[in-house]
């Protein structure tokens, strides 16, 4: 008896995310969020719905090679690059890498044991 083939885990993620496949177009957001976030600067900018009017059929993926932070400090433009491009949905959300694939991010969602109190330092307790 043959075996079934195993699924990669991005077409996992593509049968089992919030009823739908993710997006690899501009125009296939839909009420999803895109966020960039730059190599250099570490600021995060909100792609979509956003400011910026990409064409509906821009893949996603692309955009990892056309953004360019433009972020001003001190003057000049920061130029870095997007490091990854993060989409949120329904308190969940995905790192788009550069071969196309949705991987599912929980590593900032924190767990109700993540976060516990400091010794007491000084006579007071440190706040969190």
């Known amino acids: 008896m043959r075996s079934k083939p195993l699924l990669s ?57 056309r953004l360019v932070c433009g972020a001003r400090r001190d003057g000049r433009a920061c130029g870095g690059l997007p490091r990854r491009l993060v989409l949120v949905r329904d308190e969940r959300q995905w790192m788009l890498e550069a071969s196309g694939d949705w991987v599912e991010d929980e590593s900032l969602f924190w767990e109700h044991g993540d976060f516990e109190l400091r010794a007491e330092q000084g006579g007071r307790a440190a706040a969190f």
Request: aromatic fraction near 4%; charged fraction near 30%; charge should be positive.
């Open 9 to 65: 885990k991005s077409a996992q993620l593509k049968t089992k995310a919030v009823g739908d496949a993710l997006p690899m177009r501009i125009a296939d957001l839909g009420a999803r969020e895109l966020v960039s976030h730059c190599d250099r600067c570490g600021r995060h900018l909100r792609l979509y719905p956003g400011h910026a009017d990409f064409d509906s059929r821009t893949r996603l993926v692309s955009l990892l090679d």
